[in-house]
Nanobody
Framework: QVYLEEFGGGLVQPGGSLRLSCEAS????????MGWYRQAPGNQRELVAV???????TYADSVKGRFTISRDNSKRTVDLQMNSLKPEDTAVYFC????????????WGKGTLVTVSS
């Protein structure tokens, strides 16, 4: 079992920045992919960004150039730096870790709300 705790959500004005952090505990291994997803009201959960053990990252087209994902394997953390935020970025953001070869090892945080509004 892996436990995830997220930090850093809140209210920010359009054009502003926010940094989300997620810390993993329990049976976490470096092979796990670490990422962030989000879900806006009435929408399905969608991928924001994901990073592999080596730091290779994949981003949703909607956040490319604005968001940066980073991980620290020694601290078991994954961060999401969000810049140039837009109202359409408003959503609950979920931390996710998953084993790349074992579908059953897929874990979620409880989510943190990000609201972009003036």
């Amino acid at each position: 079992q892996v436990y995830l705790e997220e930090f850093g959500g809140g209210l920010v004005q359009p054009g502003g920045s926010l940094r989300l952090s997620c810390e993993a505990s329990g049976s976490f291994f470096e092979i796990f992919k670490m990422g962030w997803y989000r879900q806006a009201p009435g929408n399905q959960r969608e991928l924001v960004a994901v990073t592999t053990r080596t730091g290779s990252a994949t981003y949703a087209d909607s956040v490319k150039g604005r968001f940066t994902i980073s991980r620290d394997n020694s601290k078991r953390t994954v961060d999401l730096q969000m810049n140039s935020l837009k109202p359409e970025d408003t959503a609950v953001y979920f931390c996710n870790v998953r084993h790349p070869y074992a579908a059953s090892q897929n874990y979620w945080g409880k989510g943190t709300l990000v609201t972009v509004s003036s």
